[in-house]
């Protein structure tokens, strides 16, 4: 079949809801409302570390229309989260980080409700807060969870004090590695905390029905892990609550675990009426998650030729209050910290420690975006005192088709090599030394290569096909805005080889959809792809099965035409889906259903290759490559550096909205643009001092270069759908020390920490002048 | 203390009750449902909420709703005439311009708003056009492109 006829794998139809979002008819969760729906408002901590001795709520309870307040005492002891169990759903006996939630106020109005939240009033007994990890793991420091030994943990979890989580793979032998060497470069490489800022700020509305089971819509990327964190947290049997979505305004990670979803069931089910909470955009600063904060120690062993022969990698991770997803991004930093390259003797180890401020948690690039920060810029210092071209020690290096991953994981496809050739060629990078900078300014052209994964976890599809031949496809995947909706379907189309319009999507719901773990690590065209195509793979043998009774020939002669049809092969006897899907529903064989799960099990470790301890993912996924070269401009009197040309080669597999594909290319190559110059959230002792997008600058228009080319590969994943393997974090990954390395070459010297502000590499070229 | 004001939203009077520090945005999403203009910052910073006050483009979120009396209103809501999309919207179509879609409707109004002043606009004109609004998914490029294309076909 043609896809590209029935908009089908490979083509670019219009998102399935263009139509909502031009004419402002999308609804996202605070457009939702219930009749007799209460609003509810969270009253923050105004310290950091503390025990909570009680509460006033006089004051708060007397302003008119205020229903009812909750406070940790009108919790149940339940803990959620996703690696360690840490986590109660407001602040109980204790407080953990300053603005964190500690009584939730519902009224007849968000007005009231948010004046008499500040109304509460909280007694506390103050502990020293911890602020930094290396303060976390100083001895005689005060713990933050007293209780981390008898926590639950979903991983064999290192831990103590203060410390979460200890991960460590060595592979190799590290000393004899360095002692090969004839060069070793070793640097401390930091990033800053980065918020996810999706447009549409959190938010979760509740109700409950007459046998008092709650359904819940909030702004998620997993209607799974809502109910699964809520039900944790509350004490809840699953079967009590069911979770649905509205149309999600962004999500990077942010909405991946809980943000305020506990907290407005448990106020819908002490006042049995809805309940609606949206975070302002301060709150949802300071009290959701961000990106965590990185001090990485790399240490690289090369020989004279360039080959590199060792690394070492330490990384120090704030995990803040709660575990989150924080021992997944340690392990997942330490098990990319190599980059894509062959390096024989490596160790990567880390600590993650708890520490006073909100949590850290899942951001596009999961850890890998920091630690290519560091391994990136540290080859081009490498290559400088090598005197090679950058582009050509990473050639040297490149991990080949065939080699397994760092730890011994399977790399079945690598299309690493033509995004090298394709983005050297685009960027004409053998002539960058020709191009010139205006007046006042200097020009740089830096390179960075990346590798991701895409996969983790389970997933599944169900597919039925309607009387009329048409069919509804059910994911349980939460399109967040990167278009899984449209994606899937096209798979599905594809696959049944019938037009787009004939597949309609089904919304996800916990009580009706199939499981999926969530919109996250780059996997939903991957994962949940696979399951749609199995599930696809199922309607067809039954469609067969049918239409082989029909035509009386076997079934072994027949095949799917396009347009919703099967016929007999080699002859012009045919029936369609619709007239095999009546005689299904009301004569024989019964509705015709297919369905597929499945859960990614290729193992991250070989225990015969790599020795590790405290790995959060046994089974991790397929990789995806990039190659990144950007070309900048710093100015000499401002140190202020701008973006202006990209050219991004990114090996997806195989791109099934190739649009989209670049959506996710250029979108990622912005939000890592802002991570690498301008962004960074700044704490003023305990209290997060710039929670507001007036002091907090995300890239706008005039901030991002107009020409940022996507260059896609497509290394077919031979087990992915259609070839297909993730899009959406790669492009964000390289972007920071790709950056860094155009800064570097232009000024003359690697600025070594995130964000890379005006100031400091202005700081970076007065100090390269002192020293000529 | 409320006060009775009469808001002329898309066409049509209104006669609603709201205080002196109330918001326009308040006032459209919360008593006339009119929810296709968003509340991303409410600070004025990231123009989710933007919309048309006598044709010129302001911050919902930082308009006092009693000083928008007497005056035009148009929201995302407003903006087809006749049921038929108006240039601009298409072209965010036809350029695939738009992700999670929070953004899109403050960036209609502005883009539309723009191409009524400049219809032969550069790419930086657009880009110094739009930059009062952020989108956190696109980098950008879709949304400056789908401008072009709408003046490209003479429309706004």
């Known amino acids: 079949m043609d896809g590209l006829e029935f908009n089908g794998v490979g083509s670019s139809p219009h998102r399935l809801e263009i139509m909502e979002k031009v004419t402002g008819a999308a609804e996202y969760i605070a457009d939702l409302s219930r009749p007799n729906m209460l609003h509810a408002a969270i009253t923050q901590s105004t310290v950091a570390h503390a025990k909570i001795l009680g509460y006033d709520l006089s004051d708060a309870l007397s302003v008119p229309g205020v229903v009812c307040i909750l406070t940790g005492e009108d919790f149940p002891d339940g803990r959620m989260g996703a690696f360690i169990k840490d986590e109660h759903a407001i602040a109980k006996d204790k407080i953990r980080y300053f603005g964190e939630p500690v009584a939730v106020v519902a009224a007849e109005t968000e007005g009231i409700a948010r004046e008499a939240a500040k109304r509460v009033i909280v007694k506390y007994e103050e502990l020293p807060a911890i602020l930094s990890p290396e303060e976390g793991l100083a001895e005689g420091a005060a713990i933050i969870h007293e209780e981390l030994d008898d926590y ?328 967040i805005g990167q278009g899984s909706d449209t994606v899937l379907s096209q798979m599905c189309a594809e696959a049944l080889k019938i037009p787009l319009e004939k597949v309609s999507l089904a919304s996800p719901d916990t009580d009706g959809s199939p499981y999926n773990w969530g919109t996250t690590a780059s996997r939903v065209t991957y994962t949940t792809g696979r399951a749609v195509v199995g599930a696809a793979a199922e309607v067809e043998k039954q469609l067969k099965e049918h239409a082989a009774q029909m035509l009386e020939c076997s079934e072994m002669d027949l095949e799917l035409r396009p347009g919703g049809i099967v016929g007999v092969s080699g002859s012009d006897k045919e029936v369609s889906f619709h007239q095999i899907s009546l005689r299904a529903h009301w004569a024989a064989g019964g509705p015709i259903v297919g369905h597929h799960t499945w859960v990614f099990n290729q193992p991250t470790v070989d225990p015969k290759r790599a020795v590790c301890s405290g790995i959060p993912f046994p089974q991790v996924g397929v990789f995806s490559f990039g190659c990144l070269i950007v070309d900048t401009l710093t100015d000499e009197a401002s140190g202020k550096t701008e973006v202006v040309e990209a050219w991004s080669a990114v090996d997806v597999g195989r791109a099934i909205n190739p649009s989209s594909v670049e959506g996710q290319i250029v979108g990622g190559f912005v939000q890592g643009m802002g991570f690498a110059l301008t962004e960074e959230m700044v704490w003023d002792g305990p209290k997060l001092a710039n929670p507001t997008l007036l002091d907090y600058k995300v890239p706008t228009t005039l901030d991002t270069p107009y020409n940022i080319h996507s260059i896609i590969v497509e290394a077919a994943e031979p087990d992915g759908p259609f070839g297909a393997k993730g899009a959406g974090e790669i492009g964000l990954v390289p972007v920071p020390a790709a950056i860094a390395n155009a800064i570097a070459d232009a000024i003359g010297g690697h600025v070594h920490s995130l964000p890379m502000k005006p100031e400091k590499v202005l700081n970076k070229m007065l100090e390269i002048e002192d020293a000529t | 203390m409320s006060q009775p004001v009469t808001l002329t939203v898309n066409g049509k009077a209104n006669e609603v009750s709201c205080g002196a520090t109330t918001t326009l945005l308040t006032v459209l999403r919360d008593t006339l449902a009119l929810t296709g203009s968003k509340r991303g910052c409410n600070q004025g910073v990231c123009g989710a909420c933007t919309v048309l006050v006598d044709g010129a483009p302001m911050r919902a979120c930082l308009t006092l709703a009693v000083n928008t009396e007497g005056q035009s209103i148009t929201t995302i809501e407003g903006l087809p005439e006749g049921g038929d999309l108006k240039p601009i919207q298409q072209a965010i179509i036809d350029s695939d311009a738009v992700q999670c879609g929070f953004c899109t409707s403050g960036m209609i109004l502005t883009a539309h708003e723009f191409l009524q002043r400049n219809s032969n606009p550069s790419i930086d004109d657009i880009r110094t056009a739009l930059s009062g609004n952020i989108c956190r998914c696109s980098g950008y490029r879709k949304i400056v492109d789908a401008v072009a294309l709408a003046a490209s076909r003479g429309g706004a």
């Not at chain 1, 007459?210 to 819940?216: F, H, I, S």
């Not at chain 1, 301060?282 to 690394?311: N, S, W």
């Not at chain 1, 420690?353 to 920060?373: D, E, I, S």
Request: aromatic letters at 6%.
């Open chain 1, 152 to 479: 639950i943990k979903v991983f064999p979890a290192i831990s103590s004090g203060n410390m979460a989580s200890y991960t460590e793979l060595n592979e190799g032998d590290l000393e004899a590695g360095f002692a090969q060497a004839d060069l070793i470069v070793e640097g401390t490489y930091e990033t800053a905390p980065q918020a996810h800022l999706a447009i549409e700020p959190c938010g979760a509305l509740a109700d409950i029905d007459k046998q008092g089971r709650v359904t819940l819509w909030s702004a998620n990327q997993s209607v799974f892990r809502v109910q699964a964190n809520v039900c944790e947290s509350l004490k809840m049997p699953m079967g009590k609550l069911r979770c649905l979505t509205p149309r999600v305004g962004g999500g990077f990670g942010n909405k991946m675990e809980p943000h305020i979803q506990p907290l407005v069931v448990q106020m819908c089910q002490a006042t049995k009426r809805p309940v609606k909470m949206i975070l302002n955009r301060e709150e949802d600063f300071e009290c959701v998650r961000a990106r965590h904060p990185f001090k990485v120690r790399c240490k690289t062993g090369v020989k004279k030729d360039g080959t590199i022969v060792a690394r070492e990698v330490e990384v120090l991770l704030d995990c803040g209050a709660f575990g989150d997803d924080s021992p997944g991004v340690l392990g997942y930093s330490l098990l990319m910290c190599l980059g894509p390259y062959r390096i024989p003797n490596s160790k990567a180890h880390g600590k993650l420690v708890y520490t006073n401020k909100l949590r850290f948690g899942a951001f596009r690039g999961f850890g890998n975006p920091q630690v290519a920060f560091a391994g990136e810029t540290q080859l081009d210092q490498i290559a400088e005192k090598l005197g090679m071209d950058p582009l050509d020690l990473r050639q040297k290096n490149l991990i080949q088709p065939g080699d397994p991953w760092f730890g011994g994981g399977k790399v079945a496809s690598n299309g690493l090599q033509e995004c090298v050739d394709k983005a050297r060629a685009a960027s004409d990078w053998d002539n960058r030394k020709s191009r010139t900078a205006p007046k006042g300014k200097r020009r740089g052209t830096g390179v960075a290569l990346a590798a991701h994964i895409s996969g983790l976890l389970g997933t599944g599809a169900i597919i039925r096909v309607f009387e009329d031949g048409s069919v509804a496809l059910n994911t349980g995947a939460v399109d």
